[in-house]
Every structure is written in C-alpha cells, then in structure tokens.
C-alpha cells in the first residue's frame, strides 16, 4: 500500500510537468487546428535535420524553438544542370551549404502561446551567409501543408535561371 501511495503522488507531479516545448508541439493555431504544430513540423518532408530547444530572453520571455535544416541539395544541382554552361563559369552563388530556418514562438502570461519570429539562414561553401526575416504565419501554412521549400521537380530552364539570379542577389548581400 505505501508504494502506491508513493507512486501516485510522483504520478501526479510527473504529469503536471509539462516543458514549454511540449506545450507548443501539442497546441494547435488558429488558421489549421487539425493537426498540431509538432506533427506538422516534425513531419515536414522539407526538412533534413529537425531541432526543438527552449530558452528565455533577457527580459524573461520564453521562447520555443523549430529549426529545420532544409533539403536543397538536389534543388541546386538540378538548377545547375538546367542552366547553360557559360553561366556556370562564375557560379559560386550556387555553392550553398545550407539553409536554416527558425521558427519562434513565444509563450504569453495567459498560459497561451503565438508564433512570432521566423528566420532564414542560407550559408554558402565560401563561408558567407545571409539571413533575413519571414513572414511568420505564411512560413508555418507551407509546413502545414507539408510543402517542399525547394521542390527539384517545380524547375524548369526559366526557374532554374530565376532561382540562380535571386542567389546571386541573396549572396551579394551576404557576409
């Protein structure tokens, strides 16, 4: 008898533990409350690598974190092979390494939470990077909607040269 009145109360506080991570992975969002925003981020076919954390800013705001290391390999090496070779020459806008995107939520006092930042991190093999700022609740739908952020199969000549202008552009902004 003493081990089940030990076990119950051990129970009771193991359950009313809930880290802020699980809260917003179980938490649903205005826009789409079928599913909720862990099984659409965690079962994003975009991503490579998936990362939750959790922190708290200097003035005490928490903060729960998705990152997602996108699937662009096979997206710039199709975009390579649909351009002409002379475009190739001086192509090192093309070199990327990586594209990360983070998702912020914030949790507010009344025990809810939003989405409030999103970032996107493209690094190239030179080193350089550049990163920028979305538009939070239109980058969560394409997650929603299990989107690819670079689909190989949407490109053809003319996409593939769009794409490869706007790197250029991104990377001359870069770092």
């Known amino acids: 008898m003493k081990k089940l009145l030990f076990g119950a109360p051990l129970v009771l506080a193991l359950t009313g533990c809930v880290s802020d991570t699980d809260f917003v992975k179980n938490g649903t969002m205005d826009f789409n409350g079928t599913i909720t925003v862990g099984e659409a981020l965690d079962s994003w076919k975009s991503c490579e690598k998936r990362e939750w954390e959790e922190f708290e800013t200097d003035n005490g705001v928490q903060v729960v974190q998705f990152s997602c290391q996108h699937k662009i390999e096979q997206f710039i090496s ?24 983070t998702f912020q939520f914030t949790i507010n006092r009344d025990q809810t ?18 990163e920028d700022s979305q538009e939070p609740v239109e980058q969560l739908q394409t997650a929603y909607a299990n989107q690819l952020n ?23 902004r870069a770092n």
């Open 78 to 101: 199709r975009t390579k092979s649909l351009l002409p070779e002379n475009e190739l020459e001086d192509a090192d806008h093309l070199d990327i390494d990586s594209n990360l995107q």
């Open 113 to 130: 939470f939003q989405i409030d930042n999103v970032q996107i991190r493209t690094t190239w093999a030179d080193g350089t990077s550049f």
């Open 150 to 172: 670079f689909d190989p199969n949407e490109l053809d000549s003319t996409v593939a040269a769009q794409m490869a202008y706007v790197f250029m552009v991104i990377k001359s």
